[in-house]
């Protein structure tokens, strides 16, 4: 006589879908099958998003290579036939468009207006950040307050103190009236908040006063906000149209934007010459925005931590 007992399905190995098992080969595959898929779209997707908003600088270059005839002509062409750089030559060498004082113009004011909002901004962001004192939070407030202020209602009393100062025709006029910037004050402090403030705490305990821990341990670590302040600053001051019009008069203190202007008005369809001018503008910021794009997004990213 025997027993008879049910197998241990554990043992026979009957049991199926236990945890550790792995998938079946054919859900494997088709998982592995999907994901090339998809990642092709992603990048077809985005060469053809690139591809629109470059089109149009692509087209400006090519423009600005072009013969007069051939830049007016309908349908635009997207090669150019034949090659030449009668443009550049024209906008060069015109004693009436001086391009190149305008460049050098334009550069002069742009960077000395970055290093001025850098400056201001930084210390009163740091102020507003670190510093505890009575009505700081209303300071603070109206600084934020004068963001909802259209820029073009300042311009007949900032033309009245430019003039009162005698900075009219001079590039002071383009660079010191907006050396104090609300937005960098509130950019930079939210990243100065973002830092924490034992490194601070321990440099005092080190010995160092206030400025020495602003300057030596806050803006070393501050270099992504500082870098994108300033390239904001330097294409705000290099792009400004309408305030250079009105406070520069001279043809040889022109800034670019103003200048090309001139050049529109002295060439009604000369479209070749007006696509060599924006070729010349935006040379300097392709290059910083190459150089400095990644700060400039680790700055953005970094100033929102904490507010």
């Known amino acids: 006589m025997s027993l008879q ?18 998938p079946p080969a054919e859900d494997r595959s088709a998982g592995h099958g ?48 034949p090659f030449t750089t009668q443009a550049y030559e024209t906008i060069m060498n015109s004693r009436g468009t001086p391009v190149l004082r305008w460049f050098g113009n334009s550069m002069l004011a742009a960077l000395a207006n970055a290093a001025l909002v850098v400056t201001t901004s930084a210390l009163a962001a740091y102020a507003l950040a670190r510093m505890r004192f009575a009505g700081q939070r209303i300071v603070f407030g109206l600084i934020i307050a004068t963001l909802f202020v259209p820029p073009v209602i300042l311009i007949i009393p900032n033309y009245l103190i430019v003039g009162e100062l005698g900075w ?11 050396a104090a910037s609300a937005f960098g004050v509130f950019f930079l402090r939210q990243f100065f908040l973002g830092i924490p403030v034992e490194l601070e705490e321990a440099a005092r305990l080190d010995g160092a006063n206030q400025w020495q821990t602003f300057w030596r341990v806050v803006l070393p670590l501050s270099r992504p906000a500082l870098a994108t ?22 043809p040889e203190i022109q800034t670019l934007p103003a200048g090309l202007s001139t050049l529109q008005s002295a060439n009604a369809v000369r479209y070749d010459l007006l696509m060599a001018g924006a070729v010349v503008a935006s040379v300097p910021v392709l290059v910083l925005f190459v150089f400095l794009q990644r700060y400039l997004i680790e700055g953005v990213a970094r100033s929102g931590l904490k507010g």
């Open 5 to 22: 007992t049910d197998a241990d399905p554990l043992q026979t190995g009957e049991v199926r879908g236990t945890p550790d098992e792995p």
């Open 34 to 81: 999907r994901r090339p898929g998809r990642k092709i779209l992603t990048y077809v997707v985005l060469i053809v998003l690139a591809l629109i908003f470059i089109s149009p600088l692509i087209f400006m270059v090519v423009t600005s290579f072009k013969t007069r005839a051939e830049a007016g002509a309908i349908p635009p062409s997207w090669v150019p036939d």
């Open 168 to 178: 009219l025709n001079t590039l002071l006029a383009v660079i010191v009236p907006t």
């Open 229 to 250: 302040l300033a390239l904001l600053s330097f294409l705000t001051n290099w792009n400004d149209f309408l305030w250079p019009i009105y406070v520069l008069f001279s």
